[in-house]
């Protein structure tokens, strides 16, 4: 397994974090972390969550992606997701999250 990488870049008002690699319970807690500190270093615009980098993403992933929904909120989610690739986004659709994370 590829180790997780994040690549992080502004975009005008919003933050893009990229992680890169594979998403799954050995490196979701890094991910983690890193999306509560751009949400608290960026507080404005959007936290966009760039997935097309990602190889794999299994429910440890998912976990972190929910929770940094949840805590990014300012009078609604900031959070997006983008780029996801057919097998990360199945993840979503298999586990009825789809919903409730926006994809750009």
């Known amino acids: 397994m590829p180790p997780l990488r994040i690549r ?7 933050w ?3 992680p890169i690699g594979d998403l799954d ?3 979701a ?4 972390a890193r999306l509560t500190e751009a949400a608290r270093e960026h507080p404005e615009g959007l936290l966009i969550v ?4 990602l190889e794999f ?3 440890a992933g ?3 992606l929910l929770s940094a929904a949840r805590s990014s909120t300012n009078g609604g989610s900031r959070l997006r997701l983008r780029g996801a690739r057919p097998s990360v986004r199945r993840v979503f659709e298999v586990s009825g999250t789809d919903a409730l994370l926006p994809f750009e």
Not at 8 to 14: H, L
Request: aromatic share 0%; hydrophobic share 50%.
């Open 8 to 14: 992080e870049a502004a975009a005008g008002e919003d």
């Open 16 to 18: 893009i974090v990229a």
């Open 25 to 27: 319970m050995a490196s």
């Open 29 to 32: 807690e890094e991910l983690g």
């Open 50 to 53: 760039d997935l097309g980098g």
């Open 57 to 59: 993403m299994d429910s």
């Open 62 to 64: 998912l976990r972190v």
